[in-house]
Structures are given as structure tokens and as C-alpha cells.
């Protein structure tokens, strides 16, 4: 009972604090609106409560707050869910606290379907050509994903070592092939180069309406699998002992992984880092219960992801910077630290 109360604390403030990121996303930019006044502008917009407020407010706040802020803030806090989520999802199965989404290549792949819909033009018709990058990318994760299964599959059971090396190898792969791909681009290179570097700036509703019914369906799929995630840490011959199917729980654990990864590369790019960071920090305040630490890490990386794309919006204001470049400056020192910390748990320095 105390364990249960405990987690609907701990995920009611994580939802007030991501709320809180949403609200401060909507607000803060290069022109300032005050909150009452975005509520009052994003009230006049619900069906039931519409033109409710006279507006009283320059008509470009209504287009600041409904057709930039707000869809940018959502699209951040899904595809922070998403990464974080997965993350959580490959530490658990892999039992290693090191693992993210990308080791498995799947922002390798994504990358190189964006990089082939931006050199070669390709277009998917239909009027629907504005969603091309978004569609070959997300075809491309999940490609990779399938790859990187049938190259490790060894009969009926995909050993986690050998996943892990194919990951690896499928990555390094997609990446040389990027970088020819970027020599080859011209005056192309710049939009993969911004690609690659992963941000927001062009998030719009359809992006939202792109990804938010894979986002949300995988990730309640993936909470489903929060005991088996915890009978896998204790081994696997453990955890078939306790009635753990452990291979089609590692099957649907990847598949639903590289959905929710699939879904965020095809509309930020790859943004590095919040696959690794957040579920570790989230373990250390929560330990390894994934029935809490699955939703805190999803809520956690919606929060991060909001934030640092805030921090990219201010930083070098009127300019901004890719969102990636935030996520991985503050990942970049935490991943060394863990590194460290693992060594000292090997007894490999003193």
C-alpha cells in the first residue's frame, strides 16, 4: 500500500513538473506572452469553452502560441517520452546501465532514410511531399531494427551479447554510408547536417498528429511489460522460472523500442543522450522497480527535452541551436561519469 501511494506521488509530481515545462515552452521565447494570456488564446480554442475570452491580445499571439509554441512544446515532451522510455526499456533488458535506443543503430538508420529523401529528392506524391523526410526515416529505424534481429537471431533466441554487437556494427555501417551520403549532397549538406544535429524548429501540428498515436500506444504497450523487465534483471533462467516467456518478451520489448524510437528520429532527428541520461538518473532517486521507473523515465524525458529545447531557443537568441547539441553537452559529462562509476564497480581503478 505504501509502494503503491509512493508511485502516484512520485508520477503526480513528475506530471506537475512537466506541465510546468509546457507552460514556461509556450511562454518564453523571443516575445513574451503571459500565461493568462496563452490560456485565454488556447481556451478560445477548444470546441467546448471557444471564444469564451474577448480577445484582447495582438493577433500574433494567437499564431506565436497555436502554430509555433505549443506544438513544439507537445512534439518535445513526446519525443523526450519516447527516448527515454526506450532507454529505460535496453538498460532493463540488457541489464546494463550503459545501453541506449542508438545502440541497436536505429538513429543510424533513421538518419540515412533522411539523408536519402534530402539528396535524391525523394518524394513520396500525392501532395504529401512536405512529410517524405519523416516518412523514409521512420521506415529506416525500423528496417535497422530488423536487421540488427535477424543478424543476431541465432534459431529461436536472440542472445543479448550478440544483439549488442550487431547494433554496433549495423550503426557503424549506416554512418559511413551518411557521411557519403553528405559528400555527396552539394548544396544539400546543410539540411543534413541540421538534420543529423536534431531539433524542433519545424515542429507543427502534423508532426504531433505524425507521431502521437505511436508514441502513446507504445508506450502503455511497453508499461504492460513492467514485471517481466524485472524478472529479466535477475537473469533469464531466473525469470523463466517465474514464468516469464523471456524470448517474446525481449521480441515485443524491441519491437515496441524501435516503434517509439522509429517515431521520434522521423520527426526531431537524432537527438543523442536522453535514452542513457534520464532512466539512470531516474534509478538512482527510484531504484530498479520499472513499474515506477518506466513512467517516471517517459515523464522525466518529456520534461528534459522540453526544457533543453527552451535553453536552444534562449541561448544565442534571435538565433537558436539544434536541440541536440544541448542534450548531448549535459549528457556527455554524465555518461563519462557512469563510465567511471562502472569501472570503480569492476575494480578496474581504485
Not at 525523394?122 to 521512420?138: D, E, M, R, T
Not at 550503426?171 to 547536417?193: D, H, P, Q, R
Not at 507543427?204 to 534483471?233: E, H, K, Q, Y
Request: hydrophobic share 55%.
Amino acid at each position: 500500500m505504501v509502494r503503491r501511494a509512493w508511485r502516484v506521488l512520485a508520477i503526480s509530481i513528475a506530471s506537475a513538473v512537466l506541465f510546468g515545462a509546457i507552460v514556461l515552452a509556450t511562454v518564453i521565447g523571443p516575445v513574451y506572452i503571459p500565461p493568462a494570456t496563452v490560456a485565454a488564446i488556447i481556451l478560445n480554442k477548444t470546441p467546448l469553452v471557444d471564444s469564451l475570452f474577448k480577445p484582447n491580445w495582438p493577433s500574433a499571439y494567437e499564431s506565436i502560441v497555436i502554430l509555433v509554441r505549443l506544438p513544439r512544446a507537445i512534439l518535445g515532451a513526446l519525443v523526450g517520452a519516447a527516448l527515454a522510455l526506450s532507454g529505460a526499456v535496453m538498460q532493463g533488458m540488457f541489464r546494463n546501465p550503459l545501453a541506449d535506443p542508438y545502440v541497436l543503430g536505429l538513429a543510424a538508420g533513421g538518419t540515412f532514410g533522411a539523408s536519402v529523401s534530402i539528396v535524391l529528392g525523394v518524394s513520396l506524391g500525392l501532395g504529401l511531399a512536405k512529410y517524405s523526410i519523416l516518412f523514409f526515416a521512420f521506415v529506416f529505424t525500423l528496417l535497422t531494427a530488423l536487421l540488427v534481429y535477424g543478424i543476431s537471431r541465432v534459431g529461436s533466441k536472440v542472445p543479448v551479447e550478440t544483439l549488442l554487437l550487431a547494433g554496433v556494427a549495423v550503426s557503424t555501417f549506416f554512418w559511413s554510408i551518411n557521411s557519403f551520403m553528405k559528400y555527396l549532397a552539394g548544396e544539400k549538406l546543410e539540411a543534413i547536417v541540421f538534420w543529423i544535429m536534431g531539433g524542433l524548429w519545424l515542429a507543427g501540428w502534423g508532426d504531433v498528429a505524425l507521431v502521437v498515436l505511436p508514441i502513446t500506444l507504445g508506450s502503455i504497450a511497453i508499461l504492460l511489460f513492467s514485471r517481466d523487465l524485472n524478472a529479466m534483471l535477475t537473469g533469464e533462467e531466473v525469470a523463466s522460472s517465474l514464468g516469464v516467456n523471456v524470448e517474446t518478451a525481449k521480441k515485443a520489448l524491441l519491437a515496441l523500442s524501435s516503434l517509439l524510437v522509429a517515431s521520434a528520429v522521423a520527426v526531431s532527428g537524432p537527438i543523442g543522450f536522453i535514452g542513457l541520461v534520464v532512466p539512470h538518473m531516474v534509478r538512482l532517486i527510484t531504484g530498479p522497480d520499472h513499474k515506477i521507473l518506466l513512467p517516471l523515465s517517459s515523464l522525466t524525458g518529456a520534461t528534459f527535452l522540453t526544457l533543453s529545447d527552451l535553453a536552444a531557443k534562449l541561448i544565442i537568441r534571435p538565433a537558436e541551436l539544434p536541440v541536440g547539441i544541448i542534450t548531448a553537452s549535459t549528457g556527455a559529462p554524465f555518461f563519462i561519469y557512469l563510465l567511471r562509476r562502472r569501472k570503480r564497480a569492476m575494480g578496474w581503478v581504485s
